[in-house]
């Protein structure tokens, strides 16, 4: 947050829900079922990057000119 890489304006909230939605993995996630590991880690991790509305430095480098 203080780098300005997490702009989120929730921050706890936002670690919340990152924790819950890991949290909740092992209630559904199933090794025989429609999604891989793989495939999960990379949902997941979008997912979360979202919630804290991750800025790559490229990006906001960009965005301040």
């Known amino acids: 947050m ?3 890489v997490f702009l ?8 919340r829900a990152v924790i819950a939605m890991c949290n ?9 079922g429609e999604v891989t590991p793989e495939e999960l880690v ?6 979360a990057l ?10 906001r480098k960009a965005v301040r000119g």
């Open 50 to 59: 979202t919630v804290v509305e991750y800025r790559p430095r490229s990006v």
């Open 2 to 4: 203080a780098d300005g």
């Open 8 to 15: 989120t304006p929730y921050p706890d909230d936002a670690r």
């Open 24 to 32: 909740a993995i092992a209630q559904w996630y199933r090794v025989d």
């Open 42 to 47: 990379e949902r997941y991790v979008s997912l």
